[in-house]
Every structure is written in C-alpha cells, then in structure tokens.
C-alpha cells in the first residue's frame, strides 16, 4: 500500500507540469497568431507607420507654403501686367499732317486773279543789289541759305502779293531766276534789288546798276506748299502764312461757322484773322491762276511749318 501512496504524489506533480507546459503552449501559439494577424513581428506596426511619415516629409517647407499657383491663380498676375502701373508710359502723339486737296480750275493766261505782276507780261526797269544777310526779308519767310532772291520795288510789291513770286531777270545775254522774299522801299516801279549773287550772274557788282527786263515764271519743282502760323497765333488770335508755293498767292480762306471767310493780308506777308474766326481751321488758298487748294483743319502751332503735300499746277 505504501508504494502506491508515494507514486499519486509523484504522478499529481507531473500532471501539474504537463498541464503548466501545455498552457503555455498555447499562450505562445496565441500570441504568434496574434503578432502575424496584426502585419508581421512584434514591433512591425511602427515599422509600417515609418513610412508614411517618410511620405509626409519628401514635400518640402517652402513647396508646402508655396503651391505651384493654379490658371486661376495666374489671373491677377496678369490682370496686374496690363493694369496702367506696369504699362508703359503714355507718348505724346505726333501732331497729324494737314490733308489738302486740290480743286484744278479753268483758267485763261491772263489770270484774273493777279494783281500788278502777271504771267505773260515783260516788265522793264532796273536791277541794283543788295547784302541779304541771313536771307530773311519783309515776307517774313524766315532765314535762308538761298542766295538767288530778291526784294521787289514797293509798288510792285503791292501789300505783299509779290511774295514767294519767282521771277526771270535778264540782262544782256544773261538772266537769272530769283525768288521774292524782301521789299525794296526806295526802288521804282519796275526796278529790282537783287543779291550780289544773283546780280554777280548778270554783270559786275562794280556796275552798280543795270537795264533789266523781268517777267513771272511758273517753276517746275518737287517742293510742297506749307502753312505757318505766326508766333503768338491763338484760337484767339492768328496770322498763318503760305510757303513754298509755286505761283504767287492771291487769296487765303478760312472755314468759320459752316462758311469760307476771305482773310486781310498784311505787309508783313501773313493772312490776319483778328477775332480768332477759323484759328486752327480749315484753309482755302488759291493762287493767281485760280487754282484753289483746300486744306484740312491746320492746328494753330506757332512758328511751326506744317507741309500740306500737295502744290499748285505749273504753267
């Protein structure tokens, strides 16, 4: 009997054993389940959550803070290019060209509209000459380097309808064309005061003065006509001049309230419009022949030549 009460103490033990052993079997198999089910190896999730920080970072601090700007985006941007601060500054416009237009008449050889100095007509008298100095005269065509010109005797001078006249002088065997651009006060009906120069193609300055006939000419040239008001010319106020015209000019228009008013030339050679009625208008000019050249709306720029383009025929 005693051996048997000694083995159930024994065997009660290895039981005990047996049964701890088995539990924690079980415990382990339990937990490596569980380890694999949640993505691998103890300590695997913050290996797999690595990563995604990873991700987060790869985006730089000033890429996150600066987004590559979106086509909506760029739209104030380029509302701000065109706005007037980033435009260029505003040029003046250059003043624009007169327009004209020419209105050719029927004309007979005798041109109505001349005064004392008429085409086809020789006129006999004498020529002197004169230092011309910077080229300006009582035509108040300004300073010049043409030497060939010459001032007219005052009768023939006639209030300055001789003016921008270009005349042929002969003397002898010899002639000249000169232009008129100066009056000669002192000299008679008929007689000239030409430059040394043109008087030196004629005969010697020694002469002092010479026999003459003179007659009008008609010049072939490529030159424009040209207006210029006179310094101080307001809407207020104005005096305009023709220049470079090829016939002399007998009459200068301006439009005025619908209508062409015939403006008063002076002396001095300018058309004067007291009042101010058509300053900075249109223009009519008509020459002895009667052809007239209509020119458009000329702004009152003082001691400006403004050209028109356009010119008288030639006869």
């Not at 237009?101 to 004169?130: D, E, K, M, N, W």
């Not at 300004?142 to 005052?154: E, I």
Request: with cysteine; hydrophobic share 35%; net charge positive.
């Amino acid at each position: 009997m005693t051996p048997s009460s000694h083995r159930r103490p024994g065997g009660s033990r290895r039981a005990v054993l047996v049964s701890a052993v088995a539990v924690a079997a079980v415990a382990l198999v339990v937990s490596l389940v569980m380890a694999f089910r949640s993505g691998g190896a103890p300590g695997s999730g913050q290996v797999a959550a690595a990563p995604a920080a990873s991700t987060r970072t790869t985006t730089s601090p000033a890429a996150s803070a600066e987004p590559k700007p979106s086509s909506s985006a760029a739209s104030p941007s380029t509302t701000a290019a065109s706005s007037p601060a980033s435009s260029p500054p505003a040029t003046t416009k250059a003043p624009r060209k007169p327009t004209a237009t020419r209105t050719a008449q029927a004309a007979p050889a005798a041109a109505p509209a001349a005064g004392r100095i008429r085409p086809g007509v020789t006129y006999q008298g004498l020529a002197t000459s004169y230092d011309i100095g910077n080229g300006d005269g009582a035509c108040s065509y300004g300073p010049s380097t043409d030497t060939m010109t010459a001032a007219m005797n005052h009768t023939d001078y006639e209030t300055a309808k001789a003016c921008g006249a270009y005349v042929r002088v002969r003397s002898g065997g010899a002639s000249v064309t000169v232009l008129i651009n100066n009056e000669c006060p002192e000299c008679a009906p008929g007689q000239i005061d030409l430059s040394r120069q043109a008087f030196g193609k004629l005969a010697a300055l020694s002469k002092g003065r010479i026999s003459i006939t003179w007659s009008l000419l008609s010049p072939a040239t490529s030159d424009r006509l040209s207006v210029r008001y006179k310094t101080g010319s307001s809407r207020y106020w104005c005096a305009v001049q023709p220049i470079g015209h090829r016939n002399p000019v007998a009459r200068l228009e301006v439009q005025a309230g619908g209508t062409w008013r015939e403006l008063a030339r002076t002396d001095y050679n300018y058309f004067l419009s007291e009042s101010g009625s058509g300053c900075g208008g249109a223009l009519r000019i008509t020459d002895i022949y009667g052809e007239r050249l209509t020119v458009g709306a000329v702004a009152v720029r003082p001691d400006v030549v403004q050209a028109t383009g356009v010119q008288f025929a030639r006869h």
